[in-house]
């Protein structure tokens, strides 16, 4: 059965510091995989998607990139962290069944 | 651009009664449906989805939603909750099977009282 990993479940980062947040895909290949941020209240937001290895799509504009090094490996970076990058981060991928399996998520505070 | 609309914020409900949760969509052809459940500090797991076919459609956990063409509305209903439904749900639409980009609402926050 296909599962997704993502780790790490909570992260307390200072302002400036880097940032890396990992999410693996088990039982399936060729995933299109997703980033999401949530924040309070305001719903879902969709970051970055992928469909395939090296292949990354933007949403939003923002301090933050995505890289697929591996056909079932999506990484969450930045340089330097913002206050504003709080949240709690989502991966997800979709096996075209419809709809997507979320990971667990990772809650980040930028303090 | 589709949108998704989730009106009310936060319902709270008495366990055992009944519970409509409501979403509308905007998007020029029938898109694909979704609801999915988020407990506190966790992913999302989806509930029920909608591509075609019958309007009524049965998900996991005693819930259903239905799909009203005329109306832009993808509501969510449970005839009787119980105090493990509190949590927050979320409706999203897609527009390509298979290979869609989800748009969420902003999500519903259910409270049960007992």
């Known amino acids: 059965s296909q599962t997704i990993h993502q780790w790490p479940a909570t992260l307390v980062q200072p302002v400036g510091s880097p940032l890396s947040l990992e999410c693996t895909v088990e039982g399936t290949s060729n995933p299109n995989l997703y980033w999401y941020r949530q924040a309070a209240g305001r719903g879902l937001q969709l970051l970055f998607y992928s469909i395939g290895i090296d292949q990354i799509s933007s949403e939003v504009p923002q301090n933050l990139s995505a890289s697929r090094p591996q056909d079932r490996q999506f990484i969450l970076s930045s340089k330097k962290l913002l206050l504003s990058d709080s949240g709690f981060y989502l991966c997800?991928?979709?096996?075209?069944?419809?709809?997507?399996?979320f990971g667990s998520g990772t809650r980040l505070t930028v303090v | 651009a589709q949108s998704v609309t989730q009106p009310d914020i936060h319902i709270t409900v008495s366990e055992g009664a009944s519970l409509e949760l409501r979403c509308n969509y905007s998007y020029g052809a029938t898109p694909y449906l979704f609801w999915y459940v988020q407990s506190p500090g966790q992913g999302l797991q989806l509930l029920l989805k909608?591509?075609?076919?019958?309007?009524l459609v049965q998900g996991i956990k005693g819930f259903e939603a239905e799909f009203k063409r005329s109306q832009s509305s993808f509501n969510l209903r449970k005839p009787s909750v119980h105090w493990s439904d509190a949590a927050e749900y979320f409706c999203?639409?897609?527009?390509?099977?298979?290979?869609?980009?989800?748009?969420f609402g902003t999500g519903t926050r259910l409270t049960i009282i007992p």
């Open positions: 999203a639409v897609g527009f390509t099977f298979g290979n869609e980009k989800l748009t």
């Open positions: 997800a991928w979709n096996g075209g069944r419809g709809g997507y399996t």
């Open positions: 909608y591509f075609s076919g019958d309007t």
